[in-house]
């Protein structure tokens, strides 16, 4: 059974840092597309972030330049590495997983992040 | 980037009735590169559809979808209480981009 379980978040001050993690399990994330969606308190989704089997990653442009996204093979774990927050980064932060090309087929329960001083 | 703009914003209907949803792209989305889902409060998102019009592994069959190009429909033949929610659609074709949400309440 595909279980994918956030963790990581809470409360940082505006430009800090905070790396989120999501524990994969019945399935291997680097035989998959992995990706990081966030949805801001009473708003809709905002796709984060992917990283590719290949190792290729992607981000929008809202978080380019201040998020990572990174897997480790052997605790099978993806993760998220947010630098520079922002109020704005305030949010539902999901992991997703990609059995097929592009959308989304299993979720997990999301960790929330709050940027605020 | 592509848009998708979802309407209407909020769906007003009683159980038993039928919903139409709409998603429509800023521009064209290739090989109906587009997926619906389905989010209750407090809950992560479920997908419903991909490929414009494929149910996912276990979704009922009074969940259905249609479109192509530019404009997209989910249709839910008979409501249920448990299909109130929010749906969102999203697009795979040019990276990936989610549009604004319909909600669907009891009237």
């Known amino acids: 059974e595909v279980q994918l379980v956030e963790s990581g978040g809470g409360l940082i001050q505006p430009g800090g840092s905070l790396r989120l993690s999501c524990a994969a399990s019945?399935?291997?994330?680097?035989?998959?597309?992995m990706s990081w969606v966030r949805q801001a308190p009473g708003k809709g989704l905002e796709w984060v972030s992917i990283i590719y089997t290949g190792g290729s990653t992607y981000y929008a442009d809202s978080v380019k330049g201040r998020f990572t996204i990174s897997r480790d093979n052997s605790k099978n774990t993806l993760y998220l590495q947010m630098n520079s927050l922002r109020a704005e980064d305030t949010a539902v932060y999901y992991c997703?997983?990609?059995?097929?090309?592009?959308?989304?087929?299993?979720w997990g329960q999301g960790t929330l992040v709050t940027v605020s001083s | 980037e592509i848009v998708l703009t979802q309407s209407p914003g909020t769906l007003s209907l009683s159980p038993g009735e039928r919903a139409t949803l709409s998603c429509r792209a800023s521009q064209s989305i290739s090989s109906t590169y587009l997926a619906w889902y389905q989010q209750k409060p407090g809950q992560a998102p479920r997908l419903l559809i991909y490929?414009?019009?494929s149910r996912a592994t276990g979704i009922p069959d009074r969940f259905s979808a249609s479109g192509s190009g530019t404009d997209f429909t989910l249709t839910i033949s008979r409501l249920e209480p448990e299909d109130f929610a929010v749906y969102y659609c999203q697009q795979y074709s040019s990276s990936r981009t989610f549009g604004q949400g319909t909600k669907v309440e009891i009237k």
């Open positions: 019945g399935f291997t994330v680097s035989t998959k597309y």
């Open positions: 997703g997983l990609s059995s097929s090309w592009g959308y989304f087929d299993y």
């Open positions: 490929d414009a019009s």
